[in-house]
């Protein structure tokens, strides 16, 4: 099929849809809109799940294979596992790790922890993290990554994702660990999100996590495909996750989260084929969205093009029942995951092309 660049100057008028609905990443509830909301997707477009593609969330669509999980661990109450923390601090290379319920738990959490803060989030970036700072009512300044010199010294609490969602953009850990020595000497935080990290273990700050003023986020979800499993892990000094431990109560991983963790953090020839399979795939959408689309950054897990690609884009897309996620206010643009099938980089590549096309 001979490939031409959507003319995102004009498309958003001159295509045959109907307005896109505006679905804002933080509705008037203060709800944040997820990506991998499938069912929103077909209440507004009909068809069934299995009609669907959905590219909406990053999750790797290749998840680990699940082991079969031992009757206790639906009976029992969830002993904490010493076997799931080793793992993690294995693979995760940190010398100390507090497994929670998906890095959400820690991300609402974490505010609760400090008096009145002024905090800085490097933005765009997870909405959820400006949302539950301000929730618990700190006071919030979202900032561009050029900004950071200028704010790192007049707030107490500096956060970023790294790499960034949905940009992709990327910071060394030099840099990182350089702010994060500002911060702690007048007793500030740099919480370093690194959900979508495990492409790329160099990144990572999670080896110095216990250097004061460090908090890193680490998710199962992401590279492992393995959302629903509800487990991450958060890397600090010993008095921060003693509080956070405190403050989310007993038995927050489940015994089969348990048991799962347990199985593919320890997986190493999993692991390692997955990277190359990830990477490859990463590749290929890359070169597939750059045929049609303007610049587009990302991981191997998602790929992000930034106005003006047009909700349009997004709408069209919708009505071929192909889901992806919707940036509408600050971000401004269209994030990418992964297709799963061969039908499906063939439907993705097809469904782009019957967009408007530009000269």
Same mark, same amino acid.
């Given at each position: 099929?001979?490939?031409?660049?959507?003319?995102?100057?004009?498309?958003?008028?001159?295509?045959?849809?109907?307005?896109?609905?505006?679905?804002?990443?933080?509705?008037?509830?203060?709800?944040?809109?997820?990506?991998?909301?499938?069912?929103?997707?077909?209440?507004?477009?009909?068809?069934?799940?299995?009609?669907?593609?959905?590219?909406?969330?990053?999750?790797?669509?290749?998840?680990?294979?699940?082991?079969?999980?031992?009757?206790?661990?639906?009976?029992?109450?969830?002993?904490?596992?010493?076997?799931?923390?080793?793992?993690?601090?294995?693979?995760?290379?940190?010398?100390?790790?507090?497994?929670?319920?998906?890095?959400?738990?820690?991300?609402?959490?974490?505010?609760?922890?400090?008096?009145?803060?002024?905090?800085?989030?490097?933005?765009?970036?997870?909405?959820?993290?400006?949302?539950?700072?301000?929730?618990?009512?700190?006071?919030?300044?979202?900032?561009?990554?050029?900004?950071?010199?200028?704010?790192?010294?007049?707030?107490?609490?500096?956060?970023?994702?790294?790499?960034?969602?949905?940009?992709?953009?990327?910071?060394?850990?030099?840099?990182?660990?350089?702010?994060?020595?500002?911060? &702690?000497?007048?007793?500030? @935080?740099?919480?370093?999100?690194? /959900?979508?990290?495990?492409?790329?273990? *160099? =990144? %990572?700050?999670? !080896?110095?996590?216990?250097?004061?003023?460090?908090?890193?986020?680490?998710?199962?979800?992401?590279?492992?495909?393995?959302?629903?499993?509800?487990?991450?892990?958060?890397?600090?000094?010993?008095?921060?996750?003693?509080?956070?431990? &405190?403050?989310?109560?007993? @038995?927050?991983?489940?015994?089969? /989260?348990?048991?799962?963790?347990?199985? *593919? =953090? %320890?997986?190493? !020839?999993?692991?390692?084929?997955?990277?190359?399979?990830?990477?490859?795939?990463?590749?290929?959408?890359?070169?597939?969205?750059?045929?049609?689309?303007?610049?587009?950054?990302?991981?191997?897990?998602?790929?992000?093009?930034?106005?003006?690609?047009?909700?349009?884009?997004?709408?069209?897309?919708?009505?071929?029942?192909?889901?992806?996620?919707?940036?509408?206010?600050? !971000?401004?643009?269209?994030?990418?995951?992964?297709?799963?099938?061969?039908?499906?980089?063939?439907?993705?590549?097809?469904?782009?092309?019957?967009?408007?096309?530009?000269?």
């Amino acid at each position: 099929m001979t490939a031409h660049r959507i003319n995102t100057e004009n498309s958003g008028t001159g295509a045959k849809t109907s307005p896109a609905t505006d679905i804002s990443e933080i509705t008037g509830t203060g709800v944040v809109t997820h990506g991998g909301n499938l069912r929103q997707a077909i209440a507004q477009y009909g068809g069934d799940p299995a009609d669907w593609m959905d590219l909406s969330t990053g999750i790797n669509p290749h998840a680990y294979p699940a082991p079969p999980i031992a009757a206790d661990a639906w009976h029992r109450l969830p002993e904490p596992d010493a076997r799931l923390v080793d793992a993690a601090c294995a693979y995760y290379r940190a010398p100390v790790l507090l497994p929670v319920a998906g890095t959400q738990a820690a991300i609402q959490a974490l505010p609760r922890l400090r008096a009145h803060s002024r905090v800085a989030i490097v933005s765009p970036t997870y909405a959820e993290h400006a949302l539950r700072w301000r929730e618990a009512a700190h006071a919030v300044t979202e900032i561009s990554p050029a900004d950071i010199d200028i704010h790192i010294d007049h707030c107490d609490v500096l956060v970023i994702c790294n790499p960034n969602n949905p940009t992709g953009h990327r910071t060394t850990p030099d840099l990182l660990l350089a702010w994060s020595q500002r911060l &702690a000497s007048r007793n500030g @935080w740099l919480v370093v999100d690194e /959900a979508f990290g495990d492409m790329e273990p *160099a =990144l %990572s700050v999670a !080896a110095h996590c216990q250097q004061p003023g460090l908090i890193v986020l680490r998710s199962v979800g992401k590279f492992f495909g393995l959302a629903g499993l509800r487990l991450g892990f958060v890397g600090a000094v010993p008095v921060v996750l003693e509080r956070l431990a &405190a403050l989310l109560g007993p @038995w927050a991983i489940s015994g089969p /989260a348990q048991q799962v963790g347990v199985a *593919a =953090l %320890s997986d190493d !020839a999993w692991q390692r084929d997955m990277r190359a399979r990830l990477a490859d795939d990463g590749l290929r959408l890359r070169q597939l969205l750059a045929q049609y689309l303007p610049a587009t950054s990302g991981t191997d897990l998602f790929q992000w093009c930034a106005a003006p690609v047009p909700t349009a884009l997004h709408e069209h897309l919708a009505r071929h029942h192909i889901w992806v996620r919707l940036f509408p206010n600050a !971000a401004r643009g269209l994030r990418w995951g992964l297709p799963a099938a061969k039908s499906d980089w063939a439907r993705l590549d097809l469904s782009l092309a019957g967009f408007q096309i530009g000269a």
